[in-house]
Structure formats: C-alpha cells, structure tokens
C-alpha cells in the first residue's frame, strides 16, 4: 500500500499558485518526500524531492511541516501543460544504507488547470 | 526528454505472438525498472535490475521475461499474453536503487 494519502482531484485556474497537500503521517526519519507527475498516457516526471526543509526547483517549490507529516507541491503559477496526474510518495533515498525500498505510486491527485 | 527511450512506443499483438519491448537509457545509470500501468490504477512495480543482476520481481507472471544484457538496455520479453495484460508498460533507471527514478515515455500495448 501507498504510504501517502492525497486528494483525487483539484482544479487550478490558469496563471494562479496550484497547491496540492499530501498526508504521509507514517513516514519515517530516513524517508525522503518525492513528487512525480504523469501527463496523459506519458512515463512520469521527477519534479522534486525532499528530507525535512522547504525545497525550490525551477518546476516547484515543497513546503514540508515541521513534524513531516505532511507537505505541499506549489506550482507557482499553473499553466495549462500542468495538467496532469501528480503522485506523491515517500521513500528511502540514496545514501540511506538500507535495504532497497519499493517506490510505491498512488492513485495521486489528478489536476485540472482551467483557462 | 528524460535520457530514457523506450521502443515500440505502441504495440498490438494476438495472444500467440512473441514480441520483445526495449528500453535504452543514457543516464549512466546502474538500475533499471519496468512497470505496468493498467488503465486506471496506479504503477504497479515489476522488475528490477541492479549492475544487470535481477533484484526484484514483483509476483510477475512467467508470460513476461525480463532481460538486460548491459547497464544500458533493458529488455521485456513477452509470449502468449491475455488481453488483460493489455497496458501501459513503463521503463525507469536510476543511479542506484535508492536515487530518483527517471521514466520512459512507455509502450502502449494491446493484447488482441
């Protein structure tokens, strides 16, 4: 089972912040939050990934809670390409010396960015 | 453009068929995935491969036959497929196991 619980749907008005939540309450000290998204009937796509603090790429910034239960995907302002399928999950990242953790996808929130 | 390709991006096939996808990535990477995304459920997990060298395999039926000959090419066998089996099959490599994941665009397969 997926570790993370999100929304199944979200709608974003073109040009506005979309902002998506994702619950991981169960996640553990050494698991990373990574953020992928899946545009219709293509692979997914790495947006971002992170430990403890907020971090910012050129696609989007994750803003993590302090307890790190849970945290939020912004896409700063939506365009109509960010349509698409964006799958939270949390997972051992490299560098951990662990065994080797399933990545595990969700049904993710599938957003709708309305012109 | 992600650095992984995957060919066939589309395949039909009768259920006697044997056909073969690929997926070639030029990352650098040591592992690589294949997953199967039926149409409406989430990416189902179902082989691994590590320095060429299986590490998982997800309960995955006999009917589809993995092979990476090298760190850069992965090979999905399949023969004697059901019409269920019908998907969207998704390659993936990473630098190790535990590192970010990078997706093929995938192979949009039919079984007839």
């Known amino acids: 089972d997926a570790k993370t619980t999100q929304p199944p749907s979200m709608d974003c008005a073109e040009g506005r912040a979309a902002n998506l939540p994702c619950n991981h309450s169960?996640?553990?000290?050494?698991?990373?939050v990574y953020w992928y998204r899946q545009i219709h009937s293509q692979g997914p796509q790495y947006i971002i990934h992170?430990?403890?603090n907020n971090e910012t790429n050129e696609m989007a910034s994750l803003i993590i809670t302090e307890d790190r239960k849970s945290s939020t995907l912004i896409l700063p302002h939506a365009t109509l390409r960010d349509t698409a399928v964006y799958y939270c999950?949390?997972?051992?990242?490299?560098?951990?010396?662990?065994?080797?953790?399933?990545?595990?996808f969700g049904p993710g929130t599938s957003l709708s960015v309305i012109p | 453009e992600t650095g992984v390709t995957q060919t066939p991006r589309h395949l039909v096939m009768g259920m006697t068929n044997k056909k073969s996808l690929k997926c070639e990535q030029h990352?650098?990477?040591?592992?690589m995935y294949w997953y199967k995304q039926s149409a409406k459920k989430p990416l189902e997990l179902m082989f691994v491969?590590?320095?060429?060298?299986?590490?998982e395999n997800n309960s995955v039926p006999s009917r589809f036959s993995p092979e990476c000959p090298n760190s850069s090419h992965l090979f999905l066998h399949l023969h004697t497929l059901q019409p269920e089996d019908s998907a969207l099959y998704l390659c993936?490599?990473?630098?190790?196991?535990?590192?970010?994941?990078?997706f093929g665009p995938g192979t949009r397969l039919t079984v007839l």
């Open positions: 491969y590590n320095f060429k060298e299986q590490t």
């Open positions: 169960t996640i553990s000290g050494n698991e990373y």
């Open positions: 990352l650098g990477h040591n592992a």
């Open positions: 993936a490599s990473s630098q190790d196991p535990r590192d970010t994941q990078y």
């Open positions: 999950i949390v997972r051992v990242a490299f560098g951990v010396e662990t065994s080797y953790d399933k990545v595990i």
């Open positions: 992170g430990l403890k």
